[in-house]
Structure formats: C-alpha cells, structure tokens
C-alpha cells in the first residue's frame, strides 16, 4: 500500500494534496511499492514528451505552410509593408488585406 507521505518523499516538487490524489489512484491500481509509482510516472512522462514533441511539429508545419501561402498571394510591398511599416495601423490594413486574399484562395479551393 503506498501512503500519501511516501509519495511526498518520492516526488517533493508536488504539494500534498496532488501527493495525497496519487497515493489514492496508485493504491486503486494495485501499485504496491513507489519504485512501481515512480517507473509509471517516468513511462507516463515519455508518452507525454513524444505526444508534445508531435504537436509542436505539427505547429511548426502549418505556421510554414500558412507563411509560404501568404508569400505567394502577397506582393513583396505589401509583405514587406506589414512586416516593417512604422504605425501599426498601416500593418495591419496590409495583413488584413492579404488575409482576405488568402482567405479568398483557400476557400475558393476548399468548396
């Protein structure tokens, strides 16, 4: 039986209700002894890792495939204009325009 201060001693960075939490479902589960606790967590922690790993890939692809597709719809003024104008307004009547043109492209081609 694992016992909330066990799981204190284990993993001290938590506070002792979450410590209290994971005693209880560790004991629901049949985990007898923290080394049992403490290889779950670690497994746990490696899927964690992996699933983010892959959301942050997928992230990076669309920001790449967005950026590219606003390339190609905007002219090199008016990306540059909304990169680097000096008042904010002009940025963004730029983006909003070539916002509207893309939307316009990839709607057109989604129907």
């Not at 497994?43 to 390339?71: F, H, M, P, W």
Request: glycine share 4%.
């Amino acid at each position: 039986m694992t016992t909330e201060q066990e799981v204190r001693a284990a993993f001290p960075h938590i506070d002792p209700s979450t410590a209290a939490k994971i005693a209880e479902v560790a004991n629901e589960n049949g985990i007898e002894n923290i080394d049992q606790l403490k290889t779950a967590v670690d497994k746990a922690v490696k899927a964690l890792r992996y699933v983010c790993d892959i959301i942050r890939e997928v992230g990076e692809q669309i920001s790449y495939t967005y950026n590219a597709i606003l390339r190609a719809v905007a002219t090199p003024r008016e990306w540059h204009l909304m990169h680097h104008a000096k008042r904010r307004r002009t940025r963004k009547k730029y983006e909003n325009r070539i916002a509207r043109r893309t939307k316009a492209l990839i709607g057109g081609r989604c129907t």
